[in-house]
C-alpha cells in the first residue's frame, strides 16, 4: 500500500488507485457524486468517503461478462458492451455490481375456529438492481458524468433500459480519466464543463424536435 499520510486530498483517490490494482471489484465505482449539475464531467473515482454514503447496500455481483480491466496512472482500460441515451452523446456502462432493497410482506390468515384466532405471517424480499455510471466522450477519452448514476434511490440521471445497445451487443473499448484534471487546469476544466453541458443540451433539444416532427407526420399519414 502506498504511504499515505501527509497526502490531504490527494490520500482518498491514491488508496483507491491502489486498491483497483490489485482487485477486479468494480462496486469501487458504485458512488454518487455530491455535486447536483448532473451534466458535469468528474472524476471516475470518488474525491472523498462522503460520496458513498448511499452504497451501503451495494455488493458484487457477475452481471456482465467481460475481461478484467486495467488500470495505468491516469486511465481505466475497460472493454465492455454499452447502451447509448437516443439523441446524446452519453454511453451508459453496468458495473459489475449491484444495490438492493428490503420488501416486508405480510399475509394475513383469517379466523377458522373459537380455538384457532387469525394470524399474521410475514416474509422479507431482497430485490437487486444493477448499478450503472454514465459516460461522454471528449476527443480520444472517456469522462464519467457526474450524476451518472446507480440506481432510483440515488438520484439516477439516466435509465439503463433506456439506452440502445451499441453495435448489436459489439463489445466496445474505452479509456476512462481517473481523474478529471489537476487544479492547475481547473480553469480549462471549466470551459470543458460548459461545452459538454451545451453539446448535451442541444443533442437534447434536437431529439425533441426530431421526435415531435416524427409523431406529427405520424399524424398526417
Not at 446524446?88 to 438492493?100: K, Q, S
Request: hydrophobic fraction near 35%; charged fraction near 25%; proline fraction near 3%.
Amino acid at each position: 500500500m502506498p504511504l499515505l499520510y501527509g497526502q490531504g486530498p490527494k490520500a482518498f483517490l491514491r488508496l483507491q488507485q491502489e486498491i483497483i490494482r490489485q482487485t477486479n471489484d468494480e462496486s469501487l465505482f458504485a458512488w454518487l457524486e455530491n455535486r447536483a449539475d448532473r451534466d458535469d464531467t468528474c472524476n471516475i473515482l470518488a474525491n472523498d468517503i462522503t460520496s458513498f454514503r448511499y452504497s451501503g447496500e451495494v455488493r458484487s455481483a457477475d452481471r456482465v461478462m467481460r475481461l478484467p480491466y486495467s488500470v495505468t496512472n491516469q486511465c481505466l482500460d475497460i472493454q465492455s458492451v454499452i447502451r447509448q441515451v437516443p439523441g446524446e452523446e452519453i454511453w451508459l456502462l453496468a458495473l459489475n455490481c449491484e444495490y438492493g432493497s428490503l420488501t416486508v410482506m405480510n399475509w394475513y390468515y383469517p379466523r377458522v375456529n373459537d380455538i384457532e384466532g387469525g394470524r399474521v405471517k410475514s416474509a422479507v424480499k431482497q430485490t437487486y438492481h444493477p448499478c450503472v455510471i454514465a459516460l461522454t466522450k471528449v476527443r480520444n477519452r472517456y469522462l464519467r458524468i457526474a450524476a451518472g448514476g446507480l440506481g432510483d434511490h440515488l438520484n439516477e440521471a439516466y435509465w439503463y433500459a433506456e439506452g440502445t445497445e451499441v453495435g448489436s451487443n459489439a463489445t466496445q473499448h474505452f479509456i476512462v480519466r481517473l481523474q478529471r484534471y489537476d487544479n492547475e487546469y481547473e480553469a480549462a476544466n471549466i470551459v470543458l464543463n460548459n461545452k459538454v453541458r451545451r453539446l448535451l443540451q442541444a443533442k437534447a433539444r434536437r431529439y425533441r424536435l426530431e421526435k415531435a416532427g416524427h409523431d406529427n407526420a405520424m399524424k398526417l399519414v
